[in-house]
């Protein structure tokens, strides 16, 4: 076993205990973040979304889970990172948790004035700490721009207002959930304002090696590190392989050999196994890295497969410490 420290860069345990009647921290088969995983795995800083759909009711859905955020940072098992110097500390007892927006849906309704956006970003910020990143859209189409099932869509006014407003926010845009085009555009706008924004991608693979939507084609997940941001390695199946788990270890060992060894991190986006019912995505994990307490096996495989320490140190947590002490001001 590898008893490396992990900082995990998208999970969506707030989600699950928001929208579960009953649900605890402590649901060990119900969710894959569940603390004592985390703890197992030696998750040392999780990144925690708020996110919802695009549709009515998202706003207040969004308030749920950031008031889950702020109760969990005062209790006994989480502890709130919003500062370079606490990300440092991975010795802590607790597990450090920073925010972030899987959707800008959560920040306004499809109907509303693009302004409310804006200040109830300012809130959520001055509520959590800091938020880590934010992803524009989730699989669809939204008033900011298009998601991974609609390509053809790019970036809109909506959006290009809310790049404006992130200018030296030290708040990353996040691509896992966005059309290609809508990348691309997000990447234009940036360089044509010059606009300083980190980018990443925080729970995405390869689609060089699994042709999938939510995957980054080669030419992207380059900008990403040419921009010095970071790419989370995904645990869902689906983004994967069909049916071959150490398929994971081909997208981490593909990262690390080829553009990402400084780029590379864990996203493995750990949500509630009973959210997706459809048969087709089942199992959603393969048992191999089925929650967080697998970090050890993933890393001690890779470890076998010739990959060496530092490398693994690097995708473990040292990538993410070094983003944060470029990007964190």
């Known amino acids: 076993m590898f008893p490396l420290p992990i900082i995990d860069l998208h999970c969506d345990l707030l989600t699950y205990l928001s929208n579960r009647k009953g649900a605890t921290i402590n649901d060990i088969h119900e969710i894959g973040a569940a603390l004592p995983h985390l703890e197992s795995g030696n998750v040392v800083h999780q990144i925690m979304a708020v996110f919802a759909l695009t549709k009515p009711g998202s706003v207040a859905f969004a308030k749920a889970q950031i008031e889950i955020f702020k109760q969990l940072g005062k209790g006994d098992a989480f502890e709130i990172v919003s500062t370079s110097e606490e990300s440092l500390n991975i010795d802590r007892k607790k597990v450090g948790i920073t925010a972030a927006i899987e959707n800008a849906s959560v920040l306004v309704e499809e109907e509303e004035d693009i302004s409310l956006a804006i200040s109830r970003l300012d809130c959520m910020i001055e509520t959590c700490g800091r938020i880590f990143y934010i ?195």
């Open 135 to 329: 992803s524009f859209t989730h699989h669809t189409e939204n008033r900011f721009g298009g998601g991974n099932y609609s390509d053809n869509i790019g970036l809109k006014k909506d959006g290009k207002q809310l790049l404006e407003y992130l200018d030296d926010k030290s708040i990353a845009i996040d691509f896992s959930h966005a059309s290609d085009q809508l990348m691309i555009d997000s990447l234009d706008f940036i360089d044509q304002n010059q606009l300083k924004i980190p980018v990443m991608a925080s729970h995405s693979n390869f689609r060089k090696h699994w042709e999938h939507v939510r995957n980054l084609p080669d030419e992207l997940a380059q900008e990403i590190v040419n921009r010095k941001g970071l790419i989370g390695m995904n645990f869902l199946r689906n983004y994967i392989h069909e049916s071959q788990p150490n398929h994971l270890l081909e997208h981490i060992s593909y990262g690390l050999h080829t553009m990402a060894e400084n780029a590379l991190a864990f996203g493995a986006d750990y949500f509630d196994i009973k959210a997706i019912t459809d048969p087709e995505r089942q199992p959603l994990f393969f048992k191999n890295h089925e929650n967080a307490s697998k970090y050890p096996e993933v890393l001690d495989a890779l470890k076998k497969r010739g990959i060496k320490n530092s490398k693994l140190e690097k995708l473990s947590n040292e990538n993410v410490l070094a983003y944060i002490k470029r990007s964190w001001t």
